[in-house]
């Protein structure tokens, strides 16, 4: 049998090989002038020519049937990504209502705008709160995520009040921080900012991905500190710098050029907490960079995290004309 089979092999990979075998021996004598008398005393070039078009169409209908199945393959994926995305934003869509009607109806509750509450029950009521909040933030991240992966990542600039937008975002963690007796402070710098052009809702989400992790990762009665200052860079162009400092866990060194990755999460964080997407910083500095601004850190581990964003600033004149774009 071994015999049998071993001798089909030879005689198969001859007849594949010898074409090339007759080439090479024609390279061989080609200052001859009697080629075909040398090389070629009893074999037949038509023969020759049909099989070797022979090879090449059977190799062409086997290109063609893998390129057909590639293509059909390529069109499932298409379809399925595309029922995906849209599964998700209709999902998303559906949830941040409902969600964001809970948050405030829990909001009002504990602020005491519906009676008194008692102290044990506020404790409860907080745990609602909190993790009404954080899917919130994981909700707005994975449409953010999805409307950036179909290339549906649309943006609407709009002139705003830095500063009013911040503290209009801290005011929603007010019971966070206040459960974890943690000190959310907001500094300035001396002088009034300019208004600045961005999209409004994207730039909130990045805040809120900031606050949110500084707040999480701080032990109770830390501290975290939000401050935003103006980077003058030249007479024509500057800068603003909002930076978030936590007295935190930290990051570690050897993770910390992995944190902006895609479900990347550092690993003192899973232990602290468990539950994360791991896309939000991801998302964030996405968001960032669109508008042609810079999002980096420094962290230490055991003394906390300070996260600076950096945007173009553009300067407006007190009746309302842009003065400066930077865009």
């Known amino acids: ?39 070629f005393p009893t ?24 390129d057909l199945e590639i293509k059909m393959l390529k069109k499932q994926l298409a379809n399925l990504d595309q029922a995906k995305s849209k599964f998700i934003s209709v ?9 964001s009607a809970i948050k405030w109806t829990l909001n009002m509750i504990l602020s005491g705008q519906l009676g008194e509450v008692p102290e044990e029950q506020k404790e409860f009521l907080q745990k ?30 709009s002139l705003v009040e830095i500063e009013e937008l911040i503290k209009d975002t801290m005011s929603e963690f007010v019971n966070q921080v206040e459960s974890k007796k943690i000190d959310f402070v907001f500094k300035k ?15 909130k989400m990045v805040l809120e991905n900031l606050f949110d992790n500084a707040i999480k990762y ?25 930076s ?18 895609k479900f990347f999460r550092a690993s003192n964080a899973v232990l602290q ?7 939000g910083l991801y998302i964030s500095k996405d968001i960032v960079e669109k508008h042609h601004g810079t999002l980096w850190f420094e962290s230490q581990v055991g003394k906390g995290t300070t996260f600076h964003l950096l945007l173009p600033l553009n300067q407006v004149e007190s009746d309302g004309n842009e003065k400066v774009d930077n865009k």
Do not use: C, W
């Open 273 to 279: 907490e468990p539950d994360g997407s791991g896309i």
């Open 244 to 261: 978030v400092k936590d007295s935190g866990i930290g990051i570690p060194e050897e993770e910390q050029k992995k944190i902006f990755h």
């Open 128 to 157: 609602g709160y909190d993790s009404t909040q954080k899917m919130i933030v994981i909700v707005n991240n994975l449409l953010n995520l999805n409307q950036r992966e179909s290339l549906r990542d649309d943006y609407s600039f």
């Open 218 to 242: 701080t032990s109770p009665g830390g501290q975290v500190v939000v401050t935003l200052s103006d980077k003058n860079l030249n007479i024509a162009k500057s800068q603003v710098v909002i």
């Open 43 to 66: 074999i037949d070039d038509t023969k020759i020519n049909e099989k070797l078009v022979s090879k090449m169409n059977k190799l062409s209908r086997v290109l063609y049937t893998k």
């Open 1 to 39: 049998m071994i015999f049998i089979l071993l001798s089909f092999f030879i005689s198969y990979n001859y007849e594949t090989i010898k074409p090339i075998y007759i080439v090479k021996r024609i390279l061989k004598k080609k200052d001859s002038h009697d080629v075909d008398k040398r090389i």
């Open 189 to 203: 710098s001396a002088g009034q900012i300019p208004k600045i052009e961005v999209d409004i809702a994207k730039i």
């Open 91 to 99: 999902t998303t869509h559906q949830m941040r209502t409902p969600l």
